[in-house]
């Protein structure tokens, strides 16, 4: 489903983000993705998704090998995807319905079936009832769960998730990890980027890939 083979990826100023990174998560397998803060995790979840791509190696998605991929070939990429990114990049101007909904319209989804599939992601995450809300009004905790709708709201195969609990505390984290847990029990294959130890503990059956300066780091196995 996702596979790095010798992956680099070196920007502009000479910053090297990811060094030789090979590794392959399985389709429905949840993944966790660990480091210190700049160890190059939010780099790798923009080379799945095709917003970064590599100097070297090849990413595959689904078969596709997102490096070469054509500008115009990214959207059909990103159709499978759910992204939940860290500076979360709701739109303030529009209610909780509308945001959920944008990716929806720029897809060219029937209103009446958009309507239909963002009250179901709203429902999923427990926001049905703030639908008209404006995301400002909403909690921290509950603007992540917005997030979340937003990214699930195409039905997607694949969910990734930047730092999804590094501004909560305790509690909201614990829920939003069960939001995870559940679409992983549902066969979403997700790959989620932390550096929170914490969001581990109830996790001991899943994928750990640790990365340390841009190196993915080997365990006593010998394997990513």
């Known amino acids: 489903?996702?596979?790095?083979?010798?992956?680099?990826?070196?920007?502009?100023?000479?910053?090297?983000?990811?060094?030789?990174?090979?590794?392959?998560?399985?389709?429905?397998?949840?993944?966790?993705?660990?480091?210190?803060?700049?160890?190059?995790?939010?780099?790798?979840?923009?080379?799945?998704?095709?917003?970064?791509?590599?100097?070297?190696?090849?990413?595959?998605?689904?078969?596709?090998?997102?490096?070469?991929?054509?500008?115009?070939?990214?959207?059909?990429?990103?159709?499978?995807?759910?992204?939940?990114?860290?500076?979360?990049?709701?739109?303030?101007?529009?209610?909780?319905?509308?945001?959920?909904?944008?990716?929806?319209?720029?897809?060219?989804?029937?209103?009446?079936?958009?309507?239909?599939?963002?009250?179901?992601?709203?429902?999923?995450?427990?926001?049905?009832?703030?639908?008209?809300?404006n995301p400002i009004a909403l909690s921290g905790g509950e603007q992540q769960r917005l997030c979340i709708a937003r990214a699930i709201v195409n039905r997607p195969t694949i969910l990734l998730a930047d730092e999804p609990t590094g501004n909560l505390d305790a509690d909201y984290a614990q829920d939003i990890m069960e939001i995870f847990k559940s679409f992983h029990q549902v066969g979403v294959t997700l790959l989620i980027s932390t550096h929170d130890a914490g969001v581990l503990r109830n996790h001991d059956k899943v994928r750990v890939l640790n990365l340390k300066q841009g190196v993915l780091q080997l365990n006593e196995a010998g394997v990513a």
């Open 1 to 133: 489903m996702i596979s790095f083979k010798q992956v680099r990826k070196r920007y502009p100023s000479g910053y090297e983000a990811l060094s030789n990174v090979s590794f392959e998560i399985a389709t429905g397998e949840m993944a966790f993705l660990t480091g210190h803060s700049g160890a190059g995790k939010s780099t790798l979840l923009k080379l799945v998704a095709g917003i970064e791509r590599p100097n070297s190696g090849s990413v595959l998605v689904s078969g596709q090998n997102v490096g070469v991929l054509k500008p115009a070939a990214l959207p059909f990429l990103r159709r499978n995807l759910g992204i939940v990114f860290q500076d979360h990049k709701l739109l303030f101007d529009r209610n909780v319905f509308d945001n959920v909904l944008l990716p929806l319209q720029i897809g060219g989804f029937e209103h009446r079936e958009s309507a239909k599939r963002v009250r179901a992601a709203l429902d999923k995450v427990g926001l049905l009832k703030r639908e008209k809300a």
